[in-house]
């Protein structure tokens, strides 16, 4: 009796560090990077953007997100992951709060290029600090640790639907937009208070042997070429669904009930997905993943009926942050544990390719007669492509 509740005691605090890194990616994910789609409409009212230029500024972010990737493991190596972890989380905020200062194109091009880089960091090294936590534990539990942590960004999500819409709904343009900036540094800074104390909780990944820190890419091919295509389809939707809502005459309620659905509907799906995406061999998991996430963002396009709109958001909110879950799952049964922080530096470098192009691409289209809804198009495409591809994903063992 003793062992077992020493043993939940044990789980329960793993499960509670695992949460206060959750808001590394609320902050790099949640709150830099999507919740951009509910200021977009006001900045490019206040500001005289086109679509192409509202695009442009998401892609800058995620070049941003793309170089950060390149330089993940480097820094992971020299500071180590803690540090690397709080240092990133750090400016991720900062740069968020420095977002509303000023309207110029030019420094605003910086902040969302700076919250990129230092978000994938935070990202790519939280993960490797969330995956250090399950090392030891079983299956089940390890799963659960990572749904966890990859649920952050459903919490960041959640929060701003809930903060946005209803504290700056009724302001005009011009100030809304400088106002819900406010309010994400706001959230970003108490998320960030909760994340040094789990990092410092944390305990490092194992170095890789001196001469042993390469592994074989072509290992994961097929799962790096999947998870390119997952960042184009994606943030395509992200990115510009609120628009295309906007413009189908939604009103701020609407909007914000239809972010915080998909923000919930990611958190909770984070722990319905991770024992199926442990079962499941090679890339299977990540084409099942995919392949729900296509439908979702598919639905709206079909009608805006209320019914169709939060079936999108519960669909696509409930799928997006597993194929993240999905795509680290193939790596960490593919590679050894030293390996682990090198291989997700390596996936989220596709991915951070991918959702570069997505933007501009959706963005172009959007310009178009058409409208948005092309550019909305494209993701659902980009997303049924990537499931096939992952298929093609083989089940390997780790070997040394």
């Not at 999905?326 to 997700?344: E, N, Q």
């Amino acid at each position: 009796m003793v062992r077992s509740n020493l043993a939940r005691n044990n789980h329960t605090k793993t499960y509670l560090t695992a949460l206060g890194l959750a808001f590394g990616p609320a902050i790099a994910l949640g709150l830099a990077r999507f919740a951009y789609a509910l200021v977009l409409p006001d900045m490019k009212s206040a500001l005289s953007w086109s679509f192409t230029t509202a695009g442009v500024m998401n892609t800058l972010n995620a070049l941003g997100y793309l170089f950060g990737a390149i330089l993940a493991s480097p820094i992971d190596r020299k500071l180590g992951g803690r540090k690397a972890f709080i240092y990133a989380t750090s400016i991720t905020t900062a740069s968020i709060l420095a977002t509303p200062i000023s309207s110029n194109l030019l420094l605003l091009s910086l902040f969302r290029l700076i919250s990129g880089v230092a978000g994938a960091v935070t990202f790519i090294t939280g993960a490797g600090l969330a995956s250090e936590l399950g090392r030891r534990k079983s299956q089940t539990h390890s799963a659960v640790i990572l749904g966890i942590y990859f649920s952050g960004g459903g919490i960041g999500i959640a929060l701003s639907g809930i903060a946005i819409p209803n504290l700056v709904g009724s302001l005009p343009a011009a100030s809304a937009w400088r106002w819900s900036w406010i309010i994400l540094g706001v959230l970003a800074f108490c998320g960030l208070l909760a994340c040094i104390p789990a990092a410092i909780a944390s305990g490092e990944l194992p170095a890789a042997p001196i001469g042993n820190d390469n592994w074989a890419k072509s290992k994961l091919k097929a799962a790096i070429s999947s998870y390119a295509l997952f960042g184009v389809g994606y943030i395509a939707y992200m990115t510009f669904i609120i628009a295309y809502l906007k413009n189908q005459g939604a009103h701020s309620l609407e909007l914000s009930s239809f972010w915080v659905v998909l923000g919930v509907s990611a958190i909770l799906a984070s722990f319905t997905w991770s024992k199926p995406l442990e079962l499941l061999k090679g890339g299977k998991g990540i084409a099942l993943v995919m392949g729900v996430l296509a439908i979702g963002s598919m639905l709206p396009l079909i009608s805006n009926q209320p019914l169709f709109v939060f079936s999108s958001a519960v669909i696509f909110g409930g799928t997006f942050l597993s194929v993240v879950t999905a795509v680290t799952t193939v790596a960490r049964k593919t590679l050894l544990p030293h390996h682990w922080t090198s291989a997700i530096a390596v996936l989220t470098i596709s991915f951070a390719i991918g959702q570069s192009l997505g933007p501009v691409m959706a963005g172009a289209l959007s310009n178009g007669p058409a409208g948005v809804k092309l550019g909305l198009e494209l993701s659902t495409i980009v997303l049924a492509l990537g499931a096939l591809v992952s298929l093609a994903q083989p089940h390997r063992e780790p070997t040394s």
